[in-house]
């Protein structure tokens, strides 16, 4: 029923937003099942080249990092030849091999020399915590929150949240967008009022044609109110 975005350019000023979110949603008796999206942190290991014993080596960064790449992710170039059929085969380290920090750093590179140098001589291999996804609106960081609603209004609980989030009161350059079944019902509402505006040009055009006046189709309409 509710979705809810978080943005602005600061990550973890936009995951403290999401908090503040969560707790207003948290406060409505009426709300359940809520869930976020965007700035969840999982264990990572994080590969820092180093510029200078990387080109002792004869090796750029970028050809590093697409060692590194094969060798974790792995390759589905090669095929394995079954008579006439061919299936592709992805050939990468053991997970006992990438399984942390420690082994990832033992992995060897060939140099263009043909030496095979341990990857901790190139680079600092750390385990670190970091988000496992990166979701962006507009250039900025997005967290997403989600929510369905048990019972009562759409319109009334956004209103109680907008006063607990104060909306107008929000820091720049962050937002805080409230969406979901809202959302929808507000966009019904702009298609009718458009539709609306549309059939009475049209309804005037139409008289104003047939009465060869201006004053009389504005009198015929100003009566359908009534």
């Known amino acids: ?21 969560v707790e207003a949603l948290r406060a409505q008796p009426n709300i359940m099942d809520i869930d976020r999206s965007g700035d969840e942190i999982a264990p990572q290991i994080r590969v820092s080249p180093d510029p200078i014993r990387t080109a002792q080596a004869g090796l750029t960064q970028t050809q590093l ?9 792995g390759d ?9 059929h061919e299936d592709p085969i992805r050939i990468r380290l053991s997970p006992a091999d990438r399984a942390s920090a420690v082994t ?19 680079a600092t291999v750390e385990e670190v915590w970091a988000p496992s996804s990166i979701s962006r609106m507009d250039r900025n960081y997005r967290t997403s929150v989600f929510a369905n609603m048990a ?49 009475i040009i ?25």
Do not use: C
């Open 1 to 21: 029923d509710f979705m809810i975005e978080v943005v602005g350019p600061d990550p973890e000023r936009v995951s403290e937003l999401a908090d503040r979110v």
């Open 65 to 73: 990092a697409l060692l590194l790449r094969v060798a974790l992710e």
């Open 76 to 84: 589905t170039e090669a095929r394995l030849r079954s008579g006439t």
């Open 104 to 122: 990832v750093a033992a992995t060897t590179v060939q140099t263009p020399s043909g030496a095979q140098v341990p990857l901790r001589e190139l």
């Open 151 to 199: 019972w009562g209004a759409s319109g009334d609980t956004t209103i109680a949240l907008a006063k607990l989030l104060d909306l107008d009161n929000l820091e720049q350059p962050y937002q805080i967008i409230l969406g979901g079944e809202e959302e929808q019902r507000a966009e019904a509402v702009g298609e009718i009022r458009a539709a609306l505006a549309l059939a």
């Open 202 to 226: 049209l309804s005037f055009m139409l008289l104003a044609g047939l009465l060869e006046s201006v004053i009389h189709p504005i009198s015929i309409l100003s009566t359908i109110p009534l």
